[in-house]
C-alpha cells in the first residue's frame, strides 16, 4: 500500500495535472518549435514504454493525479497510440484525459479519441491560410488539419481549442480572421505567447505578447471577460459579444501565473518535470528500468514535486532559458 502522500510542493500547490509527451517524433516542423538544423532524436530504447507510463500514472493517481495530458512531439504518430489511451481511459481515479495535437491525424484516431473518453482536445493551429500555414509548420497540411477540426467538432468534443503562437510578420495578419473564426464556431482560439525553450529559428523579437494582441483585439470589437470555471487552465478568457467560441490568452512570459500551476510533467524519456520553464528533472525512468516498486516510484514523483520553483524566471531574454527542445518535454 504507498503512503497517504499527496503531491504538494514546497509552496503548497496540489499538482494534480500530469501531463505527459508519449514521442519526441513529430510530423511537422514548426519554426518555432524545432531547431533550425538537425532534429535531435531520442533513441527508441529511451523512450518509456506505455506499460512504464501506465504504471507511472497509476502511482501518480493515487498521490492525487486527477487530470492526464497526453502530447509530444505528436503523440498520434506513436504506434500504438490509440490503444494506449483506451488503456489509460481504465485507470480508476483518472477524472480527465485530454490530447494535444496538431491535427494532421486527427481524422483517422476519431474513433479512438471518442473511445477512450476524450472530449476535451488541443489542436496546434498557426494560421488559417494554407501557404501560411505550410510556412511556419513545413508542411502543407492545412486542409487535412481543419477537416480533422471538423471532424472533432462534427463528433462532439468540445471545447476544441485552438493553439496559436503569434508571430510578427508570420500570423499576425490573420487576428480578424480568427476573430471570424470565434463567431462561426464554438471554438476557444488561444493565443500562446512563444517561449524562448529550446533552439529554433525564431527568438522574442518575433514574439507578440498578449497586451499587445488583446489591444489589436480590440480594435476588431469589444472582447467581454469571461469568468473561470474551476478546470480551467491559465488562459486569460475572452468573447466577442454574440461570439460562440472565445479568444484567450496565454501569457506565460507576460503575467505568469505560476501561483496557481498544478502541472508536473513527464519527459518521453521518462524524466520528471515540475517546471516546463526550468531545465530540473527527476529521473524516474533509471529506477523503473531497474525494476523498483510502486513505492520508489511513488517516491521519485513526490521529490520531483518538491524541486518545483516558486515561480519560473523567464524574461523576455532572447537567449533559450530551456535547453531542452519542447517536443521532448511535451509543450
Ligand atoms: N504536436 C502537438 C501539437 O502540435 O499540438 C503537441 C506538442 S506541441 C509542442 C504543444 C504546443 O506547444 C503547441 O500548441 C505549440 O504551438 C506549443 N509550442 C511549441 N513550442 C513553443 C514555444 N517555444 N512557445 C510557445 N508555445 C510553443
Known amino acids: 500500500m ?8 514546497k509552496f503548497n500547490r496540489h499538482l494534480n495535472y500530469l501531463r505527459i509527451s508519449i514521442t519526441d517524433r513529430c510530423n511537422l516542423r514548426c519554426l518555432y518549435c524545432v531547431p533550425p538544423d538537425k ?15 501506465i504504471r507511472i500514472v497509476r502511482v501518480g493517481v493515487d498521490l492525487g493525479i486527477k487530470k492526464v495530458r497526453i502530447t509530444g512531439g505528436e503523440p498520434l504518430v506513436r504506434k500504438g497510440a490509440k490503444d494506449f489511451l483506451k488503456s489509460l481511459s481504465e485507470i480508476k481515479g483518472l477524472e480527465d484525459i485530454s490530447l494535444t495535437t496538431n491535427g494532421v491525424l486527427l481524422k483517422d484516431s476519431i474513433e479512438s479519441i471518442l473511445s477512450a473518453g476524450i472530449r476535451r482536445i488541443n489542436v496546434s493551429l498557426d494560421s488559417l491560410d494554407p501557404q501560411t500555414y505550410k510556412k511556419i509548420t513545413g508542411f502543407d497540411m492545412f486542409n487535412r488539419v481543419w477537416a480533422g477540426i471538423m471532424c472533432a467538432h462534427e463528433n462532439g468534443l468540445s471545447p476544441i481549442k485552438l493553439n496559436v503562437v503569434p508571430l510578427r510578420g508570420r500570423n499576425d495578419n490573420e487576428l480578424f480572421d480568427f476573430a471570424n473564426l470565434s463567431f462561426k464556431y464554438p471554438f476557444h482560439i488561444r493565443f500562446i505567447e512563444y517561449m524562448p ?12 505578447y498578449a497586451p499587445e494582441l488583446q489591444e489589436r483585439f480590440s480594435k476588431i470589437g469589444n472582447l467581454i471577460s469571461v469568468e473561470k470555471g474551476l478546470q480551467d487552465g491559465p488562459a486569460k478568457r475572452f468573447r466577442f459579444e454574440g461570439a460562440k467560441g472565445e479568444i484567450g490568452f496565454i501569457t506565460a512570459m507576460t503575467h505568469n501565473f505560476c501561483r496557481n500551476c498544478n502541472r508536473m510533467r513527464l519527459t518521453a524519456d521518462g524524466q520528471l518535470r515540475a517546471c516546463l520553464l526550468s531545465d530540473i528533472q527527476t529521473d524516474l525512468k533509471t529506477p523503473i528500468r531497474n525494476g523498483c516498486s510502486d513505492e520508489v516510484i511513488a517516491e521519485v514523483l513526490l521529490k520531483a514535486a518538491l524541486s518545483k520553483g516558486e515561480a519560473h524566471k523567464l524574461s523576455e531574454s532572447t537567449t533559450p532559458a530551456v535547453s531542452s527542445q519542447m517536443s521532448a518535454i511535451g509543450g
Open 39 to 53: 532534429i535531435p532524436k531520442l533513441k527508441h530504447e529511451d523512450i518509456l514504454r506505455y506499460e512504464e507510463i
Open 197 to 208: 525553450i529550446g533552439h529554433s529559428d525564431i527568438n522574442a523579437q518575433k514574439a507578440i
Open 2 to 9: 504507498l503512503q497517504k502522500n499527496k503531491l504538494i510542493d
